[in-house]
């Protein structure tokens, strides 16, 4: 582990740190640490950004989806990585630039994304399941 001491002079940094922390109840290094990571990562990939949801803190496009659902559609499709960003692009209402944001975001942070892909398609066969055996059940 990395110490670092941090000196806030820009007006309400800190504060703003303190009662984000306090609403996320983590403690203020933890939040640091996660929103310096975060501002590197979106400084590096333009386009990028982070939220909040039920599976967690992810990726995603700024004006878009979730860099894993690009991803998983891209690994999706067949032909060359043109192609494929074209294809992708169409089906998603997404511009070139932003498929290639995600798949340069891809490209950095595969681990990141594959685990969250490997997430959804686990939640999607729970899912699966159990519509199936109510189907089973219900139908007498």
Not at 41 to 48: N, S
Not at 78 to 83: L, T
């Amino acid at each position: 582990m990395t110490v670092l001491s941090i000196r806030f002079r820009r007006p309400g940094a800190y504060d703003r740190l303190k009662r984000r922390a306090h609403q996320s109840a983590e403690s203020i290094s933890a939040v640091g640490e996660r929103l310096i990571d975060e501002g590197l990562r979106m400084e590096a990939h333009p386009g990028i950004c982070f939220r909040d949801g039920p599976s967690g803190r992810r990726a995603g496009l700024a004006s878009g989806p979730d860099v894993w659902e690009v991803v998983g559609l891209l690994r999706g499709l067949r032909g060359s990585v043109e192609e494929r960003s074209a294809s992708a692009a169409a089906q998603m209402g997404l511009t070139s630039a932003q498929v290639r944001a995600a798949g340069r975001y891809y490209a950095e942070f595969n681990d990141e994304i594959d685990s969250e892909l490997a997430q959804n398609d686990e939640a999607a066969e729970h899912e699966m399941t159990a519509w199936e055996r109510e189907r089973q059940l219900l139908s007498g």
